[in-house]
């Protein structure tokens, strides 16, 4: 298998890994690539501390920290280059601190605004990572399906991200009829938009934000029903270019 790091590009037979991983020790495990189980595990909890974690403001701080670790994991399962990986794990900090300074300040709104968009970016930067990451299993497995599953809940995460963003830009006037929102807002929201769910208590205010929440609801079904869907109609087959790599030649092929 491929275990070199920052290189996503080369193809990997995820049978090998799934060998290899067998006769691994639990660190190794949770150290090498393609560790999306873990990874999903993580994204869960970062979830829930974002949820929790949402009354005080160091308890805010804390949820971010949650979310910095989800995301140098995320990179170094995926094999993102080095400078990704580096990028986040200046950012994580950077984000901490501008969480702490934002309470009492007078420009609060404009700096969660900032770290709102810098969580977002960054919850990009992973999600395409493990979209590069995916790109190379030669066989899919059930890594490769906990891969696509993380990227969905990624979706949930990143649009939570926009919404904040123009929460905090509108000094707090996201949602139609309440004067402020909270973190745990932004995130059911966007959840139960990605998943259709919709139960109607809450509803944007601004025409803008209707629109992405209705994307992101299409989204999320169009992800289900295609990536994800023929990720697990294929469990266990081999990508083509993987086929012909194996495939004996023929007297045809000379």
Same mark, same amino acid.
């Given at each position: ?23 691994? $020790?639990? %660190? ?6 393609? %560790?999306?189980?873990?990874? &999903? ?23 971010? #920290? ?10 170094? !399962? /995926? ?17 901490? *601190? ?9 420009? #609060? ?11 977002? &970016?960054? &919850? ?14 030669? !066989?899919? $497995? ?15 995460? *990143? ?23 909270? $973190? ?5 929201? $966007?959840? !139960? !938009? ?15 934000? %209707? ?19 023929? &990720? ?17 030649? /023929?007297?045809?092929?000379?």
């Amino acid at each position: 298998m491929n275990g070199s790091g920052g290189d996503a590009s080369k193809v990997v037979d995820m049978l090998d890994d799934t060998e290899h991983r067998g006769r691994a $020790s639990w %660190r190794d495990r949770l150290s090498g690539p393609d %560790r999306y189980a873990a990874l &999903l595990i993580l994204i869960v909890v970062a979830i829930v501390a974002t949820v929790v974690l949402d009354e005080h403001e160091w308890e805010r701080i804390v949820a971010v #920290g949650f979310v910095g670790l989800m995301f140098v994991f995320a990179l170094r !399962t /995926s094999q993102a280059p080095a400078t990704w990986r580096w990028a986040a794990l200046a950012a994580v900090p950077v984000m901490v *601190i501008a969480s702490a300074v934002a309470e009492g300040s007078r420009e #609060g709104s404009t700096i969660r605004a900032s770290v709102a968009a810098v969580v977002t &970016l960054l &919850l990009l930067g992973v999600q395409v990572a493990i979209v590069r990451r995916l790109s190379t299993h030669l !066989t899919i $497995s059930w890594d490769t399906i906990m891969g696509a599953l993380c990227v969905y809940l990624l979706f949930g995460m *990143i649009f939570a991200g926009v919404y904040a963003v123009a929460g905090h830009l509108e000094d707090g006037r996201l949602f139609a009829g309440h004067a402020e929102f909270t $973190s745990t807002d932004t995130l059911y929201f $966007s959840l !139960t !938009t990605l998943t259709t769910v919709g139960f109607g208590d809450l509803s944007m205010r601004a025409d803008a934000t %209707r629109i992405v929440a209705a994307m992101e609801g299409l989204l999320g079904q169009i992800y289900l029903i295609t990536a994800v869907a023929l &990720l697990v109609g294929n469990l266990g087959q081999r990508r083509r270019e993987g086929r012909d790599r194996t495939r004996k030649p /023929s007297r045809r092929d000379g």
